[in-house]
């Protein structure tokens, strides 16, 4: 099969373009990996997989003549199973692609396979910065945001305006230690200071005793690098121990959209945190979101899940142009073609598999602001994103200058 | 008011009284598995679910019904023993004369399904639910700030513990529990209807579960895995007491809660399984538990 790939990629090449259509085993198999049931669900989920869904209808189910079908499973925010499915989808059930992976640790197990079966890896869900530094592949693409554009942008945003000293309160895994440290070199770097971290473990219920240390370092803002069910249940307490109301300021380092919801804007309002995406920002990510809302109960999307829907997008898009479901071509191809969908405009994907994508700085809308369901931001800037994600050059990735 | 968190010796009584508030949780979770083990000889791993369930009344109720916190605090409790009754009653019933473990995989399952359910229907996220006004704000203790709904929830815990347990080791209707337990047919013989007595010690283990549900629900968000994270704890807790001991369950609550609290600032990455190492050394030293009674 190798060797009819080369062959026909060969053929292709001699014909100049995508003429000679060369997909494997006649289909373009998609698979949507990511949280189903634990506390990453809601910002993935079965959210993903509709959005997965809308990318592959927009192409009419098809991509260069052949039929695409998606697949999706539970990886329970485990390593060990989600390499096993990503070996078994690559294996058995010819999986040409995987997307989203949110839980840092799991992407880099999944990683790890697709690098090695060289197959592509879209990456919406997960954090760390890792994907596009020393972890990177050629078949990676890191889609939707990382923990150094939001404490890039979040943190500049806010010392700029005197909040210059920080206690960060961390989920102890690995995106959750990546956001940590981008945070306290960004807080260092425009001047402030770090008073202090205290790491909880993953899905901690109570964070009173977190809480207080914050409280106790009397840091002005207490930044919060974790993600999920830690972030609301720390924000509801902090409400409830009279945090904000002290004149400590609360910093999500990841805030999706369905954290607000599951605060409630009562205790989140004030909330400031930056995002790659909002449903409600202009007139395309309405209307992209509105026909969202319509299939996943009225639930809105979150950046990640608008993510999928983009990498999904953009990928066939890829194997259209290259007529080729080759990772290693389609990869080149996806960062040729410029990236556009409802939320990004012309974007570029660098050679460490980075989509350079603008951020926006969010801040939480009061229960009298908010006019309706799910009208819960109002924008407060946007960051450019040659500004806003770690140059390349920092990154190590050993992809890059070669 | 933060003058003294930065002296170790107050900020450590601060964490002590954060580890009791939990403790009362875990309390009032193992007192209910405690009693419907004691009584009834069922490993009841539904307990976290009906925790969830409980919570999540409380939650429909205010946003459907418009029923605040104080009738949740009733009903909920209520609608959550009527389930457990129904369960009782129509299959748990069925496996009282087999093994154990006949028991514990039925209700696992039933939490499995009643998890499943409630999270096809809302989602992971969980939803807000407002601390009632009454409770709202706190007080300035020198050392911390005490949320009044912390001190709430430790007050009503303790009451709800202490009077379980006066009533099933102090008082007759207690007394003939314990008979039937030891010795049912004899108690039948006495003419106390045992059957419907052990439906409504379930019953009521349950709506332990489910008061817990609605004291949790203004603390933690109301979501589906809400139970499921704390039952566990909740079940190492009972081991380490001694299975079916209710003084051993409300002791040995408050006092994990305590030691969770001060793992939290020693090495807060352990706190998680601090309750589980303590739980393999009692194991080990003491297998029926602290306050267990060999069987």
Same mark, same amino acid.
């Given at each position: 099969?190798?060797?009819?790939?080369?062959?026909?990629?060969?053929?292709?090449?001699?014909?100049?373009?995508?003429?000679?259509?060369?997909?494997?085993?006649?289909?373009?198999?998609?698979?949507?990996?990511?949280?189903?049931?634990?506390?990453?669900?809601?910002?993935?989920? $079965?959210?993903?997989?509709?959005?997965?869904?809308?990318?592959?209808?927009?192409?009419?189910?098809?991509?260069?003549?052949?039929?695409?079908?998606?697949?999706?499973?539970?990886?329970?925010?485990?390593? !060990?199973?989600?390499?096993?499915?990503?070996? $078994?989808?690559?294996?058995?059930?010819?999986? !040409?692609?995987?997307? !989203?992976?949110?839980?840092?640790?799991?992407?880099?197990?999944?990683?790890?396979?697709?690098?090695?079966?060289?197959?592509?890896?879209?990456?919406?869900?997960?954090?760390?910065?890792?994907?596009?530094?020393?972890?990177?592949?050629?078949?990676?693409?890191?889609?939707?945001?990382?923990?150094?554009?939001?404490?890039?942008?979040?943190?500049?945003?806010?010392?700029?305006?005197?909040?210059?000293?920080?206690?960060?309160?961390?989920?102890?895994?690995?995106?959750?230690?990546?956001?940590?440290?981008?945070?306290?070199?960004?807080?260092?770097?425009?001047?402030?200071?770090?008073?202090?971290?205290?790491?909880?473990?993953?899905?901690?219920?109570?964070?009173?005793?977190?809480?207080?240390?914050?409280?106790?370092?009397?840091?002005?803002?207490?930044?919060?690098?974790?993600?999920?069910?830690?972030?609301?249940?720390?924000?509801?307490?902090?409400?409830?121990?009279?945090?904000?109301?002290?004149?400590?300021?609360?910093?999500?380092?990841?805030?999706?959209?369905?954290?607000?919801?599951?605060?409630?804007?009562?205790?989140?309002?004030?909330?400031?945190?930056?995002?790659?995406?909002?449903?409600?920002?202009? $007139?395309?990510?309405?209307?992209?979101?509105?026909?969202?809302?319509?299939?996943?109960?009225?639930?809105?999307?979150?950046?990640?899940?608008?993510?999928?829907?983009?990498?999904?997008?953009?990928?066939?898009?890829?194997?259209?142009?290259?007529?080729?479901?080759?990772?290693?071509?389609?990869?080149?191809?996806?960062? $040729?073609?410029?990236?556009?969908?409802?939320?990004?405009?012309?974007?570029?994907?660098?050679?460490?598999?980075?989509?350079?994508?603008?951020?926006?700085?969010?801040?939480?809308?009061?229960?009298?602001?908010?006019?309706?369901?799910? !009208?819960?931001?109002?924008?407060?800037?946007?960051?450019?994103?040659?500004?806003?994600?770690?140059?390349?050059?920092?990154?190590?990735?050993?992809?890059?200058?070669? | 008011?933060?003058?003294?968190?930065?002296?170790?010796?107050?900020?450590?009584?601060?964490?002590?009284?954060?580890?009791?508030?939990?403790?009362?949780?875990? +309390?009032?979770?193992?007192? %209910?598995?405690?009693?419907?083990? %004691?009584?009834?000889?069922?490993?009841?791993?539904?307990? %976290?679910?009906?925790?969830?369930?409980?919570?999540?009344?409380?939650?429909?109720?205010?946003?459907?019904?418009?029923?605040?916190?104080?009738?949740?605090?009733?009903?909920?409790?209520?609608?959550?023993? +009527?389930?457990?009754?129904?369960?009782?009653?129509?299959?748990?019933?069925?496996?009282?004369?087999?093994?154990?473990?006949?028991?514990?995989?039925?209700?696992?399952?039933?939490?499995?399904?009643?998890?499943?359910?409630?999270?096809?229907?809302?989602?992971?996220?969980?939803?807000?639910?407002?601390?009632?006004?009454?409770?709202?704000?706190?007080?300035?203790?020198?050392?911390?700030?005490?949320?009044?709904?912390?001190?709430?929830?430790?007050?009503?815990?303790?009451?709800?513990?202490?009077?379980?347990?006066?009533?099933?080791?102090?008082?007759?209707?207690?007394?003939?529990?314990?008979?039937?337990?030891?010795?049912?047919?004899?108690?039948?013989?006495? %003419?106390?209807?045992?059957?419907?007595?052990?439906?409504?010690?379930?019953?009521?283990?349950?709506?332990?579960?489910?008061?817990?549900?609605?004291?949790?629900?203004?603390?933690?968000?109301?979501?589906?895995?809400?139970?499921?994270?704390?039952?566990?704890?909740?079940?190492?807790?009972?081991?380490?007491?001694?299975?079916?001991?209710?003084?051993?369950?409300?002791?040995?609550?408050?006092?994990?809660?305590?030691?969770?609290?001060?793992?939290?600032?020693?090495?807060?990455?352990?706190?998680?399984?601090?309750?589980?190492?303590?739980? +393999?050394?009692?194991?080990?030293?003491?297998?029926?538990?602290?306050?267990?009674?060999?069987?």
């Amino acid at each position: 099969m190798r060797i009819a790939f080369i062959a026909a990629l060969a053929a292709g090449i001699a014909a100049g373009g995508p003429a000679a259509a060369q997909i494997s085993d006649g289909t373009i198999k998609i698979g949507v990996l990511n949280d189903r049931s634990g506390l990453y669900a809601d910002l993935g989920g $079965e959210g993903s997989v509709v959005a997965a869904k809308m990318a592959v209808e927009e192409f009419g189910g098809k991509v260069a003549g052949k039929p695409v079908v998606l697949v999706s499973a539970d990886h329970q925010n485990k390593p !060990d199973v989600g390499s096993a499915i990503a070996r $078994e989808w690559i294996d058995r059930d010819g999986v !040409d692609a995987i997307v !989203d992976v949110p839980h840092s640790a799991t992407a880099l197990g999944v990683l790890s396979v697709t690098r090695e079966k060289n197959r592509m890896l879209m990456l919406s869900g997960p954090a760390s910065t890792d994907f596009t530094g020393k972890s990177c592949a050629p078949t990676t693409i890191h889609w939707t945001y990382d923990s150094y554009a939001m404490a890039n942008s979040t943190v500049r945003g806010l010392v700029k305006q005197g909040a210059d000293t920080w206690f960060f309160l961390t989920g102890d895994n690995a995106g959750s230690h990546s956001q940590e440290r981008d945070g306290i070199a960004f807080v260092e770097k425009a001047g402030g200071k770090v008073l202090g971290t205290v790491r909880h473990p993953l899905n901690t219920l109570d964070f009173s005793s977190y809480l207080l240390q914050a409280q106790a370092s009397k840091s002005k803002i207490i930044g919060l690098a974790n993600a999920g069910g830690d972030t609301v249940n720390a924000i509801k307490q902090a409400a409830e121990f009279g945090i904000v109301q002290s004149g400590q300021r609360l910093v999500g380092l990841l805030i999706f959209i369905t954290d607000v919801h599951s605060i409630g804007l009562k205790d989140a309002q004030g909330l400031v945190f930056t995002e790659s995406f909002y449903w409600d920002q202009d $007139e395309k990510t309405r209307a992209w979101s509105r026909k969202f809302m319509e299939r996943f109960g009225g639930r809105a999307p979150t950046a990640a899940q608008a993510g999928v829907y983009g990498a999904v997008l953009h990928y066939l898009k890829a194997v259209e142009k290259a007529g080729t479901d080759d990772s290693l071509t389609v990869s080149k191809t996806m960062k $040729e073609i410029p990236v556009n969908d409802m939320f990004s405009d012309n974007f570029k994907i660098r050679a460490d598999g980075r989509v350079v994508r603008d951020m926006y700085l969010f801040q939480v809308k009061s229960p009298a602001e908010s006019k309706g369901a799910w !009208d819960y931001y109002k924008i407060l800037g946007r960051v450019p994103g040659d500004e806003a994600y770690r140059p390349m050059s920092e990154g190590g990735c050993p992809l890059v200058g070669q | 008011m933060s003058q003294l968190l930065g002296i170790p010796p107050q900020a450590l009584f601060g964490q002590l009284l954060l580890g009791l508030i939990n403790g009362s949780f875990y +309390a009032l979770l193992s007192l %209910g598995l405690a009693v419907i083990f %004691g009584m009834l000889n069922v490993v009841n791993m539904a307990h %976290g679910a009906l925790y969830m369930v409980g919570a999540f009344v409380a939650w429909l109720l205010l946003s459907h019904a418009g029923i605040g916190y104080w009738g949740a605090l009733v009903l909920a409790p209520l609608v959550v023993g +009527a389930v457990g009754l129904v369960l009782e009653r129509t299959m748990l019933r069925r496996l009282y004369k087999v093994d154990h473990l006949y028991g514990l995989l039925l209700t696992f399952g039933l939490a499995l399904i009643f998890e499943g359910a409630f999270r096809h229907q809302y989602g992971v996220s969980g939803q807000p639910y407002p601390i009632p006004d009454l409770l709202k704000g706190g007080t300035n203790l020198g050392f911390m700030y005490l949320p009044t709904y912390r001190g709430w929830v430790v007050a009503a815990s303790l009451l709800v513990c202490l009077g379980t347990w006066f009533a099933i080791e102090r008082t007759k209707l207690g007394a003939y529990l314990r008979a039937a337990t030891e010795n049912p047919t004899l108690v039948q013989a006495f %003419g106390i209807n045992v059957p419907v007595m052990v439906s409504l010690t379930y019953g009521f283990g349950v709506a332990l579960a489910g008061l817990a549900g609605v004291l949790a629900a203004p603390i933690y968000q109301v979501s589906p895995l809400m139970g499921s994270n704390l039952i566990i704890v909740v079940f190492a807790v009972v081991v380490i007491g001694g299975m079916g001991s209710i003084l051993g369950a409300i002791v040995t609550g408050l006092g994990l809660g305590l030691l969770e609290g001060l793992t939290k600032v020693f090495y807060p990455e352990a706190s998680n399984i601090v309750v589980f190492v303590i739980m +393999a050394v009692v194991l080990m030293v003491k297998p029926a538990g602290l306050f267990g009674r060999e069987r």
